[in-house]
């Protein structure tokens, strides 16, 4: 092969073999070469790479955001309002209305109580049931056994995703929820569809509301009065359910409000933080049950009292996706008058199935309010055939609803669905039956045209997916280009290449953007001028790179080599998981798998090193290690619900839960002993765990001691471990003490460690006097770059530490000896430079799942957002969701640059070492680009999977949301970290650093002026 490469070909492999080697301190023969590419200063190669990694966030993100305005459907939300003295003038008989709104109200006031997450199994007789949580409230079953012309129970099932602010849109504009709307369940707005809060507003009639303070996101102005509580402190059992029994009946009582709302928290709390079958789940049951008890004997007659749930939850506690479980809540209806009809099958045990946006049409028609203008339910049968099961009076109902739905259709631009509508308008009264076929036809319409809104609002945006395909595609190729060119190069061609594609891109966005606002792409165009300007930068970078990759890299990529071959397997392997569903719900076992596979490669190539290689029985105990310890990640797992009962979860205490064993905790306790010794274990052979490295291995200590108690401490708050100290009986002290020792542990692990590590270096010198001569030595010279980068690393190990659950913790304890491992192994066996970022980046990806996540939204650990703090704050609650969901890729990431860093001296030129760093980053982060893409591609591909919603989407964001941080995250470790220690180094050593790197006489005079180039 060497033969077929030109004289520049061949003295830029002698230049890249010769680098390699001076920065590992070796020797090599070589053939004496005349090439000295044009290199920049280090302070310029450094900004010029921050640029370029700031470009790939933009790029990238550009790219992801175009595939999921696409993908992530959505429905365009129409602002009419229904208003009050709309009628109807073709119906046959219409109701008669006094007051001129749509219907009479049947009742003067009503209590609305919503159970957050009231499972319908939590309601209903379960005999012979030893679930905690079943038989424990009771009263609704009762009552709708014992008066049902005043009860009515009924199944409440809810539509995806299952998220409390999703649900309250549905509940109160009877409108479908699309899949995009799960990521905003924690950045509620002004709600601007109508409403029958809205509707209730307009006519004077005053709302009040207590509880969840959701509601008050949503419809706060439109409140009389409120007493609103923060929403999402999981940790937190008791304040709003307390609140809620404080304020509610008093309200009703008052008088002054005919609507009073009370949204209790904490039956989903106990969920989320116990999971449903400990004894803190049938506390809150039983808590309920009394306080429905209560509302029941203050109401008067012309009241009626709803109880719900929003949606219910897993056999962990957990919500949001659409499993049975999930969607299956409870509704309830009671009033002390006879007012609807019985339920013939309620001796038998069963019980309607009701879509939970039925509930606002009934609502409306009850209270007598106009039908919100976006609703899509029906009136709920029973709540209006009465006690003696009257057609006619249901008939009207349906009537009016089906008009709504009709003037919601047409502006909405719905085709006439086969003139349904119209067929149902008029009937023959003359016809025996004929309030029982009014019915009948109108449901059908009305369901029908519910099925339709559901397939409609399936469609996908094909422009905005194949130009995130394109985008996405394209900054893979990017990187993989820039990744393989020789490293003498790359310095020497990134101001040129920075410079054409900035000009083409800062050129060609502002250009599209222009066409688009004056219409120049003409009507089909499919994106608006923001989203043209998005395409502009993209297709000008795109043009840029290309033209000077043509004019200047085309003959200079580097030819495949045995390690580039085992990085295209490793990442076929990957992204071709996604071509299956099956696959893809055992994505952690088929990467714990493939660890397993490169472990024994290693252990192939260190068994293979020459007898006399000092480090060979070190390698192979390495490979061991490494092996040993991807089998030990394996244990810690969580199951999705498709595993079925091929899974058993060990993150947790047991399948049915969400709390931590306690016994993880005394394992949090033993690596904050283990791990700082073999970190130093790792620096006292190259003789750098001196300096700074002793400060920060006593730092480590205490920053895993303190994550140990805050955990300790945790076990009292959530009552597993009992104590007879009044200290420990404190709940409020423990508390506080746990919110003071995590915010001491932020600040320490990504504040005060970070500075100090600035000016430190993990080198010491030792002064000997031998024969009367005084001599020096620099101890841990010899890798005075990675051992001072590892403390680095140690510090965002310390920060993702604490804000991962016990078990979780200990999985990043051994995935920090993991890398550690990895990282000296990789070393000792001189493998080629594109293997160890893909290596890192898969463990990084195979630890997602050990550290009890997975590729669902109930698998995140919504509880951790509230470790340091007691309220949502920004951004301490989105940091730590980030760092908890996506620390194990963020450790690999920050990583990465150890594998070019590690154990080599001072080198002269530190603008070439940046600049390997530098492109191992760029292969790290193609290789997510490559699992994004492919998880994208076959999103797409199965988007009419029965489980595109519960598989395949969540995949994508998954994947779509580790490609941007890992971005952002190479960005602060290429510009901070990288940058600052060659830097550092750079300016305390000098440009006499050349003198002291090991290496043979025979190579200095072979490389002659390119020596001093390297160096």
Not at 136 to 154: C, G, H, I, R, Y
Not at 607 to 629: E, G, T, V
Not at 664 to 679: H, K, S
Not at 856 to 864: E, H, K, L, N
């Amino acid at each position: 092969m060497t033969d077929r490469l030109g004289p520049e070909e061949r003295q830029m492999a002698a230049a890249q073999r010769a680098y390699t080697a001076a920065s590992r301190g070796e020797g090599i023969e070589t053939p004496a070469v005349a090439y000295v590419p044009r290199t920049m200063s280090f302070e310029w190669t450094w900004k010029y790479f921050i640029g370029l990694f700031l470009w790939m966030v933009l790029y990238d993100a550009i790219g992801v955001g175009f595939f999921t305005r696409g993908f992530l459907l959505s429905r365009s939300v129409l602002t009419d309002v229904s208003p009050s003295d709309w009628q109807l003038t073709e119906l046959h008989e219409p109701p008669h209305i006094d007051n001129g709104c749509w219907t009479e109200p049947k009742f003067d006031k009503a209590i609305m109580l919503v159970i957050d997450a009231l499972r319908f199994d939590f309601s209903t007789p379960q005999p012979g049931s030893n679930k905690p949580y079943h038989n424990a409230l009771t009263v609704m079953s009762e009552l709708n056994q014992n008066q049902p012309n005043k009860a009515f129970l009924s199944k409440f099932v809810a539509d995806p995703p299952t998220t409390t602010l999703q649900r309250l849109k549905g509940l109160t504009t009877g409108s479908l929820p699309t899949f995009i709307d799960a990521g905003s369940n924690f950045a509620g707005s002004e709600i601007d569809e109508d409403n029958w809060v809205y509707q209730m507003w307009a006519l004077n009639q005053t709302v009040y509301q207590c509880g969840d303070d959701t509601w008050d996101a949503l419809f706060g102005k439109y409140f009389a009065a409120a007493n609103p509580y923060d929403s999402l402190n999981v940790w937190d059992l008791y304040t709003v359910d307390n609140g809620v029994k404080e304020h509610l009946l008093p309200a009703y009582k008052s008088g002054n409000y005919r609507m009073s709302i009370g949204h209790t928290l904490g039956v989903d709390h106990a969920g989320h933080r116990y999971g449903p079958d400990s004894p803190k789940m049938t506390e809150k049951l039983q808590e309920m049950d009394e306080y429905i008890r209560e509302i029941i004997d203050s109401l008067d007659d012309d009241t009626l009292l709803i109880v719900f749930g929003d949606h219910g939850m897993d056999s962990k506690g957990d919500h949001g996706g659409e499993s049975d479980l999930e969607v299956d809540a409870t509704l309830f209806m009671y009033s002390k008058k006879d007012w609807v009809a019985p339920n013939d099958q309620i001796s038998e045990g069963g019980y309607p199935s009701i879509p939970q946006i039925d509930l606002v049409p009934t609502l409306s028609l009850l209270m007598g309010l106009p039908i919100p203008f976006n609703n899509l339910g029906s009136p709920i049968a029973e709540a209006f055939l009465g006690p003696n099961k009257d057609p006619k009076a249901l008939a009207n109902v349906l009537q009016l609803t089906s008009a709504q739905i009709e003037n919601y259709r047409q502006k909405y631009g719905f085709d006439d669905l086969g003139g349904l509508y119209k067929k149902t308008v008029k009937v023959d009264s003359s016809k025996a039956g004929m309030w029982e076929s009014i019915v009948s036809n109108h449901y059908n319409f009305q369901r029908t045209n519910l099925d339709q809104c559901r397939s409609l609002w399936a469609q996908f945006d094909f422009a905005s997916i194949f130009a995130g395909f394109a985008i996405i595609g394209s900054s893979l190729i990017l990187m993989i280009l820039y990744s393989r060119l020789p490293i003498l190069d790359v310095e020497g061609s990134l101001e040129k290449l920075c410079n054409y594609s900035g000009l083409s891109a800062f050129m060609t966005a502002p250009a599209f953007y222009a066409l688009a606002s004056y219409g120049a792409f003409g009507e089909s165009w499919p994106f608006d001028a923001l989203w043209t300007s998005g395409l502009g930068f993209c297709v000008g970078t795109l043009l840029g790179y290309s033209i000077y990759y043509i004019r200047h890299f085309s003959k200079k990529l580097q030819r495949a080599e045995i390690g580039t071959i085992a990085v295209i397997l490793i990442t076929l392997i990957h992204v071709a998981l996604f071509t299956s569903n099956s696959f893809t719900i055992w994505e952690d076992n088929i990467l714990s798998f493939l660890l397993s596979t490169i472990g024994f490669g290693l252990l192939i190539n260190a068994a293979q090193l020459p007898s006399s290689n000092a480090n060979r029985a070190k390698a192979i105990s390495h490979s061991i290690m490494f092996l040993i310890l991807t089998r030990t990640s394996a244990v810690s797992r969580l199951c999705r619900e498709e595993h079925g009962d091929k899974c058993s979860t060990t993150f947790y205490s047991s399948d049915a839960s969400s709390v931590s064993a306690p016994y993880t905790v005394a394992l949090l306790i033993l690596g904050a002993f283990l791990l700082p010794l073999l970190v130093k274990g790792f620096l006292i052979e190259s003789g750098s765990d001196h300096g700074s490295a002793k400060f920060h291995i006593w730092g480590l200590f205490g920053v895993m001691m303190s994550v140990a108690v805050y955990w300790f401490l945790d076990l009292f708050v959530t009552e597993q471990l009992k104590w007879s100290d009044p200290l420990f009986g404190d709940i409020e002290l423990l508390s506080n003490m746990k919110l003071t020792i995590a915010r001491i542990v932020l600040g320490v692990t990504l504040l005060a460690a970070n500075v100090s590590w600035m000016f430190g270096l993990c080198v010491e010198v030792k002064y000997t006097k031998k024969d009367g001569v005084n001599q020096a030595q620099i101890l841990g010279y010899s890798n005075v770059y990675g051992a001072q980068y590892l403390l680095l690393v140690l510090n965002f190990f310390g920060a993702i530490l604490l804000v991962s659950k016990p078990l979780g913790g200990v999985m990043m304890i051994i995935q920090m000896y993991h890398i550690m491992t990895t990282i000296d192994l990789l070393h000792i066996l001189e493998t080629p430079a594109s293997i160890g970022p893909v290596i890192l980046a898969v463990l990084g990806n195979a630890y997602f799942f050990s550290t009890g996540h997975q590729a669902t939204i109930p698998s995140v650990q919504w509880d951790i957002g509230f470790v340091a703090t007691n309220t949502i704050s920004f951004p301490l609650t989105h940091l730590a969701l980030v760092l908890n969901s996506l620390g194990p890729q963020i450790l690999s990431t920050v990583s990465t640059p150890l594998l070019v860093l590690w154990k080599i001296p001072p080198v002269r030129k530190s603008s070439l070492l940046f600049a390997s760093c530098g492109q191992s980053m760029l292969v790290s982060v193609a290789y997510q680009t490559a699992v994004t893409l492919s998880a994208a591609v076959f999103a797409t591909h199965f988007r009419r999977h029965l489980m595109v919603w519960k598989i395949f989407a969540p995949r994508y964001m998954l994947g779509g949301l580790t490609l941007i941080v890992v971005d952002v995250v190479a960005v602060l470790v290429v510009g901070f970290g990288v940058g600052n220690i060659i830097n550092h180094v750079k300016k305390t050593f000098g440009t006499d650093a050349k003198k002291t790197v090991t290496a043979n006489t025979s190579l200095k005079s072979d490389l002659g002026e390119q020596w001093d180039a390297l160096q």
